[in-house]
Every structure is written in C-alpha cells, then in structure tokens.
C-alpha cells in the first residue's frame, strides 16, 4: 500500500470514518481511539519504522516538552479534584494521537505525499458530504444528544468530521497556484474548498482562509504569481459574497452581537478560565483533564455553556498549564520565519488563527492535524537550503565588518 494512501487513512479513520453509519458499531466512544491506535501500529510495522537520522533529538523536542506539560497537569488533576493515575490516563487517552509524529519521524513520508493524501481527502470528504446533504441524509450518523446535526442556519449542507483537514489541501492548492502549476486539479480543489467553507460557514476557518488566500498572493515572487493568485481570490470572494451575501451579513451581525452578550458561551468561558479557580499555581500548570467518572466538575460547565474547546489555546492553558501552549505557539511563530517554505508558513498561520476556538487535544484529528504540521516543519528541505545560504551571507558581512576594522 502505498505511504500517502495510509496517511488518508489516518486521516478518515481520524474522523470516525466519517462518521458512516455502517461503521459506528465499530468506532463508537474508546472503540475510536484503538481503532487509531491499530492503524498507527500498522503504518509503523508495515514500512518498518525506526529510520531516525541524525538531529532528531532536536525535532522532538517541542513534542516532549508538549507531553512533559501534559504530564504535569495530572498532579492539580489529582490536588484539586482527587483523580488518581489510572483516571487521568483513561481521560487523557486522546493525547496518544500525538504519537503520529513520532511515527512520520521515523517513516518519512514526503510532503508530495501528504500533498497527495490530503488531495483525496479533500476530494472524498466534499463527495461525501453533497452525498448525505442533499441525496440521503441518513449515510451519515448524527448523534441526536449533541443537538448539532447541521450547521447553525442549516438550511445548506451537513456538517462531517474532518472539515479542519480540508485547510491542508487548500494550502497545497495554493502552493500549486502560486508556483503557476495551474492545473484542472488544483483549480477545482480551491474553489471546491471554498465553497465548502462558505457553506459551512465556519467563521474561524473562512477568516483563515482569507487571510492565507491574501497571504499567499503577497508571498508570490514574481508580479505574475502576486497577480494570478490575487485574481483568483477575488473570483472567488465576489462568488461567495454574491451567493452567499445574507447569510454572511447575518454571521457579521451575529458575531458583533455575541461579542457583546455576557451571557454568550464563549464569553463566560473567557471570564471562567481566566479566572485562577484553584488558586496562582493553576495558571502555571493547569487544572488538569477531569473524567467525568471522578468528579462533576465537567458535566457542571457544559451545563452552564461553558467548554474548553470553545476558546482553543486559552482552554488547553486552562487544563493543561502554560508549558504546552508555549510549546505550541514558539512552534508556529517560527514557522512563520521567511527562510521557510510558503505551506509551512501558511500551515503555522493557519493553526495561529484556528487556536482561538481549536483545541487540539480534544479528540485524535486534531492532534493529527497538528503533527502534520509539526512534521512538515521538522524536514522543511527549503528552510535547510535558505539558512545555509543565510549564515554563509552573514558570516560574509561579518567577516568583511573585521576586515574593514582591521585596516
């Protein structure tokens, strides 16, 4: 099997294999986690792991001060809350989506492949859901307690798992674009993903899109790339706008409002997490994850609207302390350096802008979404190439400083 098709894997399997209602026997509640656990065993056996090069010390170690950070939020879990190891391992089991980093660390996979796997994704998920949306409904199951089973208007099309994976693709797309590879794929990607975004109509991820669709056209090197992608983000944001004009104006409307309500779920989550309830030491290293099994704490703020994955990285700062966050963000400010290559300048501004309401512990997608992003910085062939050059140049400016000293 092919490397890029077991990457789609991971990333369907990811997401409840899309939640199809022919597999939720198999992957309801924990059954979810080993059915990823086993995949990630797989893909590890089968291109038989443990390739590491040299200076891999130095990929891993944002991921193990990440899990260091983790790690300790089980001691105010246990302090405040009374929840022993065994509780915390069982409520912490969605963290073990980040050992897919450790997995493409030692398989490799290159970034055509994930640009290859994230391609079919796209491709399979936009198929999948103008399936159950508009010709049968009942090809995806919908849990009826979480009272979401379509989007907020609903009136457009289904909601399914997975939808953060189609920003991947969108970057790759773009990449293609600006690079003048202007194909039929890679055109009908974009604007697929595009319109998707616009009906879902997930404020977080259009603004994202947005701003990395303008980010990518001043990125271009040339006046024609600049041109091409800008011309292209302007056809598709009068598309969108033309067809979609009330319904944005009513999310603009909506957000001002919601902004302004006290009573708003992500307000109180602000005003709650932000609030030192356990005392200083817990805005260092958190309040930890707390099963629901041990105390009631959790089920009490889902009562009151109030859920850590609401607010993103200030919800994971909140349970897990501030040595993740940390971790996370130093990762993607450097990212945004101008010696890397432009997607992995874009996957880390993407996750920038998504982490005010993406919490990437909450289940095992979002986790892997951030690995992807954490492995394509870790192997960046062009941010190898542009620093050597980079020293040698400063080391050349530097050497002439001396010399003109000297004389």
């Not at 022993?84 to 997995?103: D, I, K, V």
């Not at 292209?232 to 409002?257: N, P, S």
Request: a positive charge.
């Amino acid at each position: 099997m092919h490397l890029s098709i077991e990457i789609l894997l991971l990333m369907i399997v990811s997401c409840g294999f899309m939640d199809i209602e022919f597999f939720q026997p198999l992957v309801r509640n924990n059954m979810n986690v080993v059915t990823n656990l086993l995949l990630l065993v797989y893909v590890f056996i089968r291109n038989m792991g443990f390739t590491f090069k040299s200076g891999i010390a130095g990929k891993l170690k944002p991921m193990w001060w990440l899990l260091a950070g983790v790690l300790i939020s089980f001691i105010p879990a246990y302090l405040y809350y009374g929840q022993h190891l065994y509780n915390s391992l069982t409520a912490y089991r969605h963290f073990l989506g980040y050992f897919a980093f450790f997995l493409f660390l030692s398989v490799q996979p290159t970034r055509y492949e994930f640009k290859k796997a994230s391609y079919f994704f796209a491709f399979i998920y936009i198929v999948c859901v103008f399936y159950c949306s508009f010709i049968n409904p009942d090809f995806v199951y919908f849990d009826p307690d979480s009272k979401m089973p379509f989007i907020t208007e609903g009136e457009f099309i289904h909601v399914v798992p997975g939808f953060h994976f189609l920003m991947i693709a969108y970057i790759f797309a773009l990449d293609d674009i600006r690079k003048e590879k202007i194909t039929f794929k890679s055109l009908a990607i974009l604007f697929s993903i595009l319109a998707i975004i616009f009906l879902v109509q997930n404020r977080t991820v259009m603004f994202s899109a947005f701003v990395i669709g303008v980010f990518s056209a001043m990125a271009g090197r040339s006046h024609k790339q600049r041109l091409t992608i800008g011309t292209l983000l302007v056809v598709a944001l009068c598309l969108g706008v033309f067809f979609t004009w009330k319904y944005i104006d009513l999310l603009i409307t909506e957000t001002i409002d919601e902004l302004t309500d006290e009573d708003y779920n992500r307000v109180k989550a602000f005003i709650y997490f932000t609030s030192g309830d356990n005392g200083t030491m817990s805005y260092f290293w958190g309040n930890g994850f707390i099963s629901g099994k041990v105390h009631p704490i959790m089920e009490q703020l889902r009562e009151e609207g109030i859920f850590n994955s609401d607010l993103g990285l200030i919800g994971f700062w909140h349970q897990f302390g501030l040595i993740p966050v940390i971790t996370i963000l130093v990762v993607c400010f450097k990212g945004l350096s101008s010696l890397r290559s432009f997607e992995v300048r874009a996957h880390a501004l993407n996750i920038l802008l998504c982490s005010l309401t993406i919490a990437y512990f909450r289940d095992f997608p979002y986790s892997l979404w951030l690995c992807i992003y954490w492995y394509l910085y870790s192997i960046d062939p062009v941010y190898d190439y542009r620093k050597r050059i980079h020293d040698a140049e400063v080391a050349q400016r530097a050497m002439r400083r001396f010399r003109s000293l000297t004389r």
